[in-house]
């Protein structure tokens, strides 16, 4: 089962902003997409948004660069999905993609009636992959600290 989706297209003009650059929300999109992808793939499931979590634009992505949206899976629970996204861009005449955002978003796997179903787990083989997991706890653990500060305001 591979736990890697990798998306790639070119940035249109319909994703500007008003600095000439593609919008944000553009990239939100991406990675949602890709998240989806990725998680319903790892699955075979439908899957929702429940968490993102930590979203870094690093740099803006210019209209008409080749953007590459990478997804993986780093840590499963029993119904739930982390998955790691990033986001590189390149002008067409250029080899190398610069990375240019980053997030951690989270899906569950439901049924057709809407309630979450068991994914298969994942198991990390490289130091990498051990790595990713790792980083996926200790973002759990700190959401958990966020979401008590939380609670009087929502």
């Known amino acids: 089962?591979?736990?890697?989706?990798?998306?790639?297209?070119?940035?249109?003009?319909?994703?500007?902003?008003?600095?000439?650059?593609?919008h944000g929300g553009s990239v939100m999109k991406w990675i949602d997409q890709a998240g989806y992808a990725c998680g319903s793939s790892w699955s075979s499931s439908y899957c929702v948004t429940v968490y993102v979590g930590g979203i870094r634009f690093y740099s803006p992505i210019k209209i008409g660069h080749?953007?590459?949206?990478?997804?993986?899976?780093?840590y499963t629970g029993k119904t739930s999905m982390h998955i790691a996204i990033n986001v590189f861009s390149r002008n067409i005449k250029r080899k190398d993609f610069e990375k240019k955002t980053h997030c951690i978003?989270?899906?569950?796997?439901?049924?057709?009636?809407?309630?979450?179903?068991?994914?298969?787990?994942?198991?990390?083989v490289t130091e990498q992959e051990k790595q990713m997991e790792h980083y996926a706890i200790k973002l759990m653990d700190l959401r958990k600290k966020i979401e008590d500060e939380m609670k009087p305001f929502m």
């Open 1 to 22: 089962m591979q736990n890697k989706t990798v998306f790639q297209f070119i940035s249109e003009p319909s994703d500007v902003n008003y600095g000439g650059n593609v």
């Open 66 to 74: 080749i953007v590459k949206v990478e997804a993986e899976v780093i």
């Open 105 to 124: 978003i989270v899906f569950v796997a439901v049924d057709d009636e809407g309630n979450s179903v068991e994914v298969p787990k994942f198991s990390p």
